[in-house]
């Protein structure tokens, strides 16, 4: 879990590489050590049970190599939200990591939950990847539980463990160590494998990393051949957590060729690409280094994070995916791109379906504002089953990524009033086939947005500051008599200020003035109601509030 942003109900500038902020020029230690060049113990072959590890790649049973390709989904915290790995696997993933919880800081998933959890993944033909949430941080974080408190949790679950190895793979316990002494990571690590296989589970095992999860002290890529050696099955995978340690091209590749080079098996556990406040993550070469290298990538995560930045789709809303949604699901090297399906299913990997769904009908616009469409389209089929559709915007020979949904209608916000659109609409199928392009629909928006009734007020604030950035929050209310359906916020930066990142709405910046269409869920505003925008952005020495905002051409008053 990236704390600072995490799932997990924390203010998002807490937690996750405390003080390091000063220290991300720190270079990763070279090399995996001594231990790298030596060869390992001679174990006895024994007959592969379901996934399980060879010459350092992640096989299934059959001796299929199988490349994780998913995403997070925080469970513990959001038990209700039981349709998500469903709408996961319509996004094309074939892996899911669940968070669950030891019962030491969160409420325990007992045994029945997760065997339910488990027929969820097989009835949506996901690998399992279950994790303890508790052990985050140990060290650093004092709610923080051990890794042989969660070794025993994984015991107590045997029973509905054990003849699964085919479809879970173990997540001792997420990120179990901190900042503080990482070289502590490497004993109980080793004895938490060594408890587990001793009391049985033939599972392929995972492990995350210390410092976070991030390794950025290469304690854990000091270690792995000593941690991996331990283990008597050589059933083990390693887990790192790419964030703001992993801002460079070089960062990212450095670490992933060392276990590569060596012959440990890894796999991109948690990743983030939004920047923050510590800096911004190189996601595009974490996943085309995945992808060059084949090794597995799970994306941070599905939606919950108290700070929505990272949330794949918003509010647990499939139509609804976030930017960072769209750049993993549907980007160069993404699931729909790359990801395959186990061949336990009946799938064959990728399951030779080499079949384009039809093309969309041509789509109708309704509920057309200055910034905003409802976009409707006939079904297409497919020989197996439809996973989502792609909404393009059209503009003469090119195309531009406007929206994507699981169902065959989309809102599409952020538009500019009195605009002439083109769209059109692409199906696609979970192997990652897709259909011909659906007929165009145009559409011109309205000439200026709705008037907020008689009055409005915005109150702005730094939530927080770090050298050369800021976090901002902007609160909207309507304080007229009529119900906002669409709005446009003007205001203009007093010291250069840029907006880098923001939920809630989409902004456009040009010099100081900044204008912000609302997200699809922020377009409503009720009498009496107000709605949140959050941003992460750059500044100089000075960061002075905006004087004045407008709300669709009124002047709003200062909350």
Same mark, same amino acid.
């Given at each position: 879990? $990236? =704390?600072?942003? =995490?799932?997990? $109900?924390?203010?998002p500038l807490t937690v996750l590489l405390k003080g390091l902020a000063t220290l991300l020029g720190v270079v990763l230690l070279g090399g995996l050590g001594p231990a790298a060049a030596q060869a390992g113990p001679v174990r006895a072959e024994a007959a592969a049970t379901g996934l399980h590890i060879s010459d350092g790649r992640l096989l299934e049973g059959n001796g299929n190599d199988f490349v994780m390709r998913g995403v997070n989904h925080a469970h513990t915290w959001y038990p209700g939200e039981t349709q998500s790995l469903a709408d996961i696997k319509a996004f094309g993933a074939n892996t899911v990591r669940v968070v669950l919880s030891d019962g030491h800081r969160w409420t325990r998933n007992g045994p029945d939950e997760v065997a339910g959890i488990i027929a969820d993944c097989k009835k949506n033909r996901l690998i399992c990847v279950l994790e303890v949430h508790d052990t985050?941080?140990?060290? !650093?974080?004092?709610?923080?539980? %051990?890794?042989?408190?969660?070794?025993?949790? &994984?015991?107590s679950l045997k029973g509905v463990l054990a003849g699964q190895e085919d479809y879970v793979i173990i997540n001792i316990g997420n990120e179990p160590w901190g900042n503080t002494d990482p070289a502590g990571w490497t004993a109980p690590t080793t004895a938490a494998v060594k408890k587990l296989r001793g009391a049985g589970f033939a599972h392929t095992i995972m492990v995350d990393a210390p410092n976070w999860g991030q390794d950025w002290?290469?304690?854990? $890529?000091?270690?792995?051949?000593? *941690?991996? @050696?331990? @283990?008597?099955t050589g059933n083990l995978i390693f887990s790192i957590h790419m964030y703001s340690v992993y801002n460079t091209a070089q960062a990212v590749t450095d670490y992933l060729n060392a276990f590569v080079d060596a012959g440990l098996p890894l796999l991109i556990g948690e990743f983030g690409g939004p920047a923050d406040q510590w800096g911004d993550p190189d996601e595009d070469t974490m996943m085309a280094a995945a992808e060059q290298l084949g090794l597995g990538y799970l994306a941070w995560s599905w939606s919950g994070n108290t700070d929505p930045i990272l949330d794949l789709a918003i509010d647990f809303d499939p139509s609804r995916? =976030? =930017? &960072?949604? !769209?750049?993993?699901?549907?980007?160069?090297?993404?699931?729909?791109?790359?990801s395959e399906e186990a061949t *336990?299913?009946?799938?064959?990997?990728?399951?030779? @379906?080499?079949?384009?769904? %039809?093309a969309p009908g041509t789509p109708a616009a309704s509920a057309v504002t200055a910034t905003?469409?409802?976009?409707?389209?006939?079904?297409? %089929? @497919?020989n197996v089953a439809i996973a989502g559709y792609d909404v393009v915007r059209v503009s003469g020979g090119t195309e531009t990524p406007a929206a994507s949904s699981t169902t065959s209608s989309v809102t599409v916000t952020g538009l500019t009033a009195n605009t002439a659109y083109t769209f059109a609409v692409y199906a696609r199928d979970a192997a990652g086939n897709r259909s011909a392009r659906s007929a165009t629909v145009a559409f011109t928006t309205d000439r200026s947005g709705p008037t907020p009734g008689v009055g409005c007020s915005v109150g702005y604030r730094v939530v927080g500051e770090w050298p050369g950035g800021f976090q901002g929050e902007i609160v909207i209310r309507n304080t007229g008599t009529s119900a906002v359906n669409g709005w446009n916020l003007g205001f203009a930066f007093a010291d250069g200020q840029t907006v880098s990142n923001m939920w809630g709405g989409t902004p456009t910046q040009s010099g100081s003035a900044v204008s912000v269409a609302p997200a699809g869920y922020t377009a409503q505003i009720a009498v009496n109601g107000s709605v949140t925008l959050g941003f992460t952005g750059t500044k100089g020495g000075t960061n002075t509030a905006p004087a004045a905002f407008t709300l669709s051409g009124t002047t709003c008053t200062k909350a």
């Amino acid at each position: 879990m $990236r =704390s600072a942003t =995490s799932t997990a $109900r924390k203010s998002p500038l807490t937690v996750l590489l405390k003080g390091l902020a000063t220290l991300l020029g720190v270079v990763l230690l070279g090399g995996l050590g001594p231990a790298a060049a030596q060869a390992g113990p001679v174990r006895a072959e024994a007959a592969a049970t379901g996934l399980h590890i060879s010459d350092g790649r992640l096989l299934e049973g059959n001796g299929n190599d199988f490349v994780m390709r998913g995403v997070n989904h925080a469970h513990t915290w959001y038990p209700g939200e039981t349709q998500s790995l469903a709408d996961i696997k319509a996004f094309g993933a074939n892996t899911v990591r669940v968070v669950l919880s030891d019962g030491h800081r969160w409420t325990r998933n007992g045994p029945d939950e997760v065997a339910g959890i488990i027929a969820d993944c097989k009835k949506n033909r996901l690998i399992c990847v279950l994790e303890v949430h508790d052990t985050t941080g140990y060290g !650093e974080d004092a709610a923080a539980g %051990t890794l042989d408190h969660a070794a025993d949790y &994984w015991i107590s679950l045997k029973g509905v463990l054990a003849g699964q190895e085919d479809y879970v793979i173990i997540n001792i316990g997420n990120e179990p160590w901190g900042n503080t002494d990482p070289a502590g990571w490497t004993a109980p690590t080793t004895a938490a494998v060594k408890k587990l296989r001793g009391a049985g589970f033939a599972h392929t095992i995972m492990v995350d990393a210390p410092n976070w999860g991030q390794d950025w002290q290469g304690v854990m $890529r000091a270690n792995a051949q000593a *941690v991996y @050696d331990a @283990d008597t099955t050589g059933n083990l995978i390693f887990s790192i957590h790419m964030y703001s340690v992993y801002n460079t091209a070089q960062a990212v590749t450095d670490y992933l060729n060392a276990f590569v080079d060596a012959g440990l098996p890894l796999l991109i556990g948690e990743f983030g690409g939004p920047a923050d406040q510590w800096g911004d993550p190189d996601e595009d070469t974490m996943m085309a280094a995945a992808e060059q290298l084949g090794l597995g990538y799970l994306a941070w995560s599905w939606s919950g994070n108290t700070d929505p930045i990272l949330d794949l789709a918003i509010d647990f809303d499939p139509s609804r995916l =976030s =930017s &960072w949604g !769209e750049r993993i699901f549907h980007g160069a090297n993404g699931i729909a791109q790359t990801s395959e399906e186990a061949t *336990v299913f009946g799938g064959g990997g990728n399951p030779g @379906d080499t079949q384009a769904p %039809t093309a969309p009908g041509t789509p109708a616009a309704s509920a057309v504002t200055a910034t905003s469409a409802t976009l409707t389209w006939a079904a297409a %089929t @497919d020989n197996v089953a439809i996973a989502g559709y792609d909404v393009v915007r059209v503009s003469g020979g090119t195309e531009t990524p406007a929206a994507s949904s699981t169902t065959s209608s989309v809102t599409v916000t952020g538009l500019t009033a009195n605009t002439a659109y083109t769209f059109a609409v692409y199906a696609r199928d979970a192997a990652g086939n897709r259909s011909a392009r659906s007929a165009t629909v145009a559409f011109t928006t309205d000439r200026s947005g709705p008037t907020p009734g008689v009055g409005c007020s915005v109150g702005y604030r730094v939530v927080g500051e770090w050298p050369g950035g800021f976090q901002g929050e902007i609160v909207i209310r309507n304080t007229g008599t009529s119900a906002v359906n669409g709005w446009n916020l003007g205001f203009a930066f007093a010291d250069g200020q840029t907006v880098s990142n923001m939920w809630g709405g989409t902004p456009t910046q040009s010099g100081s003035a900044v204008s912000v269409a609302p997200a699809g869920y922020t377009a409503q505003i009720a009498v009496n109601g107000s709605v949140t925008l959050g941003f992460t952005g750059t500044k100089g020495g000075t960061n002075t509030a905006p004087a004045a905002f407008t709300l669709s051409g009124t002047t709003c008053t200062k909350a």
